[in-house]
């Protein structure tokens, strides 16, 4: 069974002859390097070429992104100017950027579909031209109207500006809402074009290792409703979408799935998030969740080789007649999990089967 064929039954709910394996957050340079002997010069000329040989070596069926560090020598996706700008922020000066934004209606108004669908369509086509025969499967992070702007301002200054002005916060969210429907009516269009898979993982950091980081009611009231907005032009075609679960999301997980979400990727499970808890969910309309993950960053992908094939197997066991499973990793990979645990971990998926 070719790679796309093998990860379409798994979007479709089918069985495969495997589980497919999906990469894309392999944030190691020097595993990059080892799986493809590349040059440290090469890889730095070329993060994303190297990093997409690497999957190829591995073996995935698909690659949802290519992670490159931003700063040569590290493996960070951000420098040291972003978090000395988060530091520099104050409450008043994240609501004065907030209130500077353009209004929700001025950037309906700006929207050139035709010139932003081409510019999608172009980058489509030759990330898959890229991949070869792995699917390209990109997350897309702009697909969730964002509640929280920590990454912008830092922490303390953007969580105190939303608990104490939510009035003046909420624009925040409305003008990101704007955007996430026009990314949404450009993916839509792909897929019913058949240009995109049908399939995107997307979603917010919003929860840290004990829960949601803001109050569940809250996003209730003030984002899931938006959310409902922007996915809208999604679910009419029939798209798939699988929400990233950071930390503890267990508060959350029936409000994503009760906005249409058809599928979850993580898990922490440190942090409580069970996988047999989750494969036994369906979507709004009684239908098998799709699984991308679960296999530990933390834990088990940085214990004894042993526990990693243990996982794989577990994983297969567990989600077998209950969810459609695409083995993904909880999180990015970073330089502390060890080469040979990665090795494995693809290994074993490659020579499972569902038989």
């Known amino acids: 069974m070719d790679k796309a064929t093998r990860l379409s039954r798994a979007f479709d709910l089918e069985l495969p002859d495997r589980p497919p ?49 931003v700063v040569r020598g590290g493996y960070r996706i951000v420098d040291h100017t972003l978090i000395e700008r988060r530091a520099s922020y104050t409450v008043e000066s994240v609501l004065a950027e907030i209130e500077a934004l353009p209004d929700p209606d001025e950037l309906a108004a700006r929207f050139d579909e035709e010139q932003r669908y081409a510019e999608l369509v172009a980058d489509l086509q030759a990330r898959q031209a890229q991949c070869g025969d792995m699917l390209w499967c ?8 964002r509640a929280l702007c920590y990454h912008e301002f830092g922490y303390d200054s953007s969580l105190m500006a939303l608990a104490l002005y939510p009035d003046r916060y909420r624009k925040w969210i409305q003008v990101n809402a704007t955007k996430s429907r026009q990314r949404a009516v450009l993916c839509a269009r792909a897929i019913r074009e058949g240009i995109h898979p049908g399939v995107i993982l997307t979603g917010e950091d919003a929860c840290g290792q004990t829960g949601p980081l803001v109050s569940p009611d809250y996003l209730r009231r003030e984002q899931f409703p938006l959310i409902e907005y922007a996915w809208e032009p999604l679910l009419e075609v029939g798209a798939k979408i699988v929400i990233h679960c950071d930390g503890d999301c267990r508060a959350l997980v029936g409000d994503f799935l009760a906005l249409g979400a058809s599928g979850l990727q993580g898990f922490q499970q440190e942090c409580g998030m069970d996988l047999a808890w989750i494969a036994d969910k369906h979507t709004r309309h009684g239908a098998p969740l799709i699984i991308f993950g679960p296999m530990s960053v933390t834990t088990t992908l940085r214990g004894k080789p042993e526990d990693v094939r243990a996982d794989v197997y577990r994983a297969m066991q567990i989600c077998r007649g209950k969810a459609s499973l695409v083995f993904f990793t909880s999180n990015t990979i970073l330089p502390d999990v060890p080469l040979e645990n990665i090795k494995i971990f693809w290994q074993t998926v490659l020579e499972s089967s569902w038989d």
């Open 138 to 145: 990109p997350a897309d992070w702009e697909l969730v109207p």
């Open 21 to 69: 394996i999906l990469g894309g957050w392999l944030a190691a340079p020097e595993h990059v390097q080892a799986l493809t002997g590349c040059s440290d010069e090469a890889y730095w000329a070329d993060s994303f070429r190297w990093g997409l040989e690497a999957e190829r070596i591995l073996g995935s069926d698909g690659v949802i992104d290519v992670f490159q560090p």
